[in-house]
Structures are given as C-alpha cells and as structure tokens.
C-alpha cells in the first residue's frame, strides 16, 4: 500500500512577485456649491450623481381605501341576499365570525365576533332552528353606497337586520350594521 505525500506550497517564480499598478478612485460625490449659487437661474444642470427628494409626499392618498363607483361593483341585491343569511349565521352561532372579515370594516366586525361569541355559548345548551332570511330590502342613497334591511325568523321570533355596505377598493365592504 503506498501512502499519498503532502501537498506542496506553490515554487515562486524566479523573477519575483507579479507587477502591481495603483489606480485612484475618482471621487463621485456632487460638487458643493455655496447658498448664492444655488438660488440663481445660472446653477450648474442636473448631474447624473444627485437625486430629487420630496420630502412632503402625498402618500396618505394613494394607500387610504378608495371609493368606488356602483357601475364599477356588482349587483348589490345577490351579494346583500347572501351577506345578510351569512351575517344571521354569524350571530346565531352556526357559522365563524372569520368568514366575514373580509366584507366588513373592523368595528362591524368586532360587533358580529362578539355576538357570535355570545351565541356560542348559547348552543351548548341544545340545538336551535337555523335562522333564515325571509325578505330584503335594497335602496341606493348615492352612488357606491347601499342602505339595505333584512326580515329574519330566527328561534321562533321576527327580527330586523340594517346594514349599510360602501364601494371601497372594487368591492362592497359593509360599513355600519344594527341587529334588533
């Protein structure tokens, strides 16, 4: 069996280390210029090296919701119909309160979770009838908004349903709702 022999360090060549050259970087930051020439008509033009800040932009517009008009949406009457069963489902516990977050604003949603939560507890105790609607009612005040009521037959007793639903960002969001 023969044994491998240990790597070598590289020979240096006999002429001696490569040759170098030294190279300066050129400096590629703007020229200072003093408070009177940059305020004359005679300022030097645009170089490629400073950049244009705007330090007041209009950001806050371009990402708040945005309105949008009822041609832009869809029908209203089909999406009030099956909003309307689903929030009913919502508040007599049969259906999570999840499914409805992305139709509704924040403090609507916070108010069906907590009903849902009530609910709840509420059918530990037996099974209920599912509550169902039985009429609804669409008028449009102005454009991109819609007021709509609901007739519901929940356990036994009629209740009423208000909502109001907003054209925000292509889609129907629901904006304000009252249970009685």
């Known amino acids: 069996m023969r044994i491998p022999e240990p790597a070598r360090p590289p020979v240096p060549h006999a002429s001696?280390?490569?040759?170098?050259?030294v190279r300066h970087v050129p400096d590629l930051a703007p020229r200072r210029i003093s408070a009177d020439e940059a305020w004359t008509s005679e300022s030097a033009p645009y170089t490629q090296e400073s950049l244009a800040l705007d330090f007041f932009?209009?950001?806050?517009?371009?990402f708040a919701r945005q309105p949008t008009r009822s041609s832009d949406l869809p029908d209203p009457e089909p999406f009030v119909a099956k909003i309307a069963q689903a929030m009913v489902e919502v508040i007599s516990?049969?259906?999570p309160a999840t499914q409805l977050i992305r139709h509704t604003s924040p403090t609507v949603y916070s108010l069906l979770a907590r009903r849902a939560l009530v609910s709840t507890r509420r059918l530990a105790a037996g099974p209920r009838r599912p509550a169902v609607v039985r009429?609804?009612?669409?008028?449009?005040?102005?454009?991109?908004?819609v007021e709509a009521c609901a007739v519901v037959v929940s356990h036994g007793r009629v209740r009423a349903l208000a909502f109001r639903l907003e054209g925000l960002d292509g889609?129907?969001?629901?904006?304000?709702?009252?249970?009685?």
């Open 16 to 21: 001696g280390p490569a040759p170098f050259s």
């Open 57 to 62: 932009p209009a950001m806050e517009d371009d």
């Open 93 to 95: 516990g049969q259906r």
């Open 135 to 145: 009429r609804i009612r669409v008028c449009e005040p102005t454009d991109g908004v």
């Open 171 to 180: 889609r129907w969001l629901m904006t304000q709702v009252a249970v009685g």
